[in-house]
């Protein structure tokens, strides 16, 4: 059985998928993605928490690169994996979507079932306080207090930042919070900081309720998402992955597709009425 082939055979014969999604479903919209085939760094890791918070220079750093990357992050829009994982929601198949992802993509392409597993990068949370606020604002006020560097153009990086080796981050002025003055950062995970609980257990008790896994575009080798693949196999559940180049769960899979991800759920999205309603019995 050829791969998209087997891969509607699965997602036909399951009610209930737990769906979870990383970074290859977004390169389509011009987000580059973490690994290489064989799931190995393509550029240095990203910023950990432990050293955004600790050194100035760091978050500097990591502001002037948001800068730069934000104009084409902040206006991507959903691809065709976006629009065919909505589409098997609308077909009454998803018990919850999980992404790992930052962008808010699954959203904008019409999904409701999404949980963020990782927050999202168009929102901006002061550790002090707490307070949340758009990343738009927060744009505005970085290229008022740095219109030098709004010139710069670089390439996009995979958290929505810019590759800019070479400058000097010294000069670059990042705004306190507008409220307490403390540190600002994205509402994302970062490297070295924890998943929420509330958020892991949300998403375990979806997991529980499913009745099979369908990976896309991950290659789970973060343990934030692998965790839900080895507890899903644990429980006897089957497992799909589609994804190009080796998976941390490969051993697990009950089946692989070794496609692009839009092109493996094409048929999501061509289907017909009938051949819609034939999936989604």
């Avoid at 791969?3 to 580059?32: N, W």
């Avoid at 934000?70 to 959903?78: K, S, T």
């Avoid at 999404?114 to 901006?124: E, F, K, Q, S």
Wanted: hydrophobic content about 40%; aromatic content about 8%.
């Amino acid at each position: 059985m050829a791969g998209d082939d087997a891969l509607r055979d699965f997602v036909g014969r399951h009610q209930r998928l737990f769906v979870l999604t990383g970074a290859g479903c977004s390169t389509d919209s011009g987000i580059p993605d973490y690994r290489d085939a064989n799931g190995g760094w393509k550029r240095a890791q990203p910023v950990t928490y432990q050293a955004f918070m600790g050194e100035e220079l760091t978050r500097k750093r990591y502001w002037a690169r948001s800068l730069v990357g934000w104009r084409r992050f902040g206006y991507a829009v959903p691809n065709d994996t976006h629009h065919a994982l909505a589409r098997l929601e609308q077909l009454g198949k998803v018990q919850l979507l999980l992404t790992q992802n930052v962008d808010g993509l699954h959203q904008r392409a019409g999904s409701r079932q999404v949980l963020d597993m990782h927050g999202r990068l168009d929102t901006v949370r002061c550790t002090g306080c707490e307070q949340r606020s758009p990343r738009h604002a927060l744009q505005q006020a970085l290229l008022q207090l740095n219109p030098a560097w709004a010139k710069l153009d670089a390439t996009n990086a995979p958290d929505g930042d810019a590759d800019l080796e070479g400058h000097d981050f010294n000069t670059f002025a990042v705004p306190p919070c507008p409220q307490c003055g403390g540190v600002l950062k994205p509402d994302v995970v970062f490297f070295g900081e924890n998943v929420p609980r509330d958020r892991v257990a949300e998403a375990m008790q979806a997991l529980e309720d499913a009745d099979a896994v369908l990976v896309v575009g991950s290659s789970l080798m973060v343990f934030s998402g692998y965790r839900f693949v080895h507890a899903a196999a644990k429980a006897g559940k089957p497992v799909a992955a589609v994804n190009l180049g080796r998976t941390r769960a490969d051993p697990l899979l009950s089946l692989k597709v070794e496609q692009p991800c839009a092109e493996a759920l094409a048929f999501l999205r061509e289907a017909s009425t009938a051949r819609a309603e034939e999936i989604a019995q």
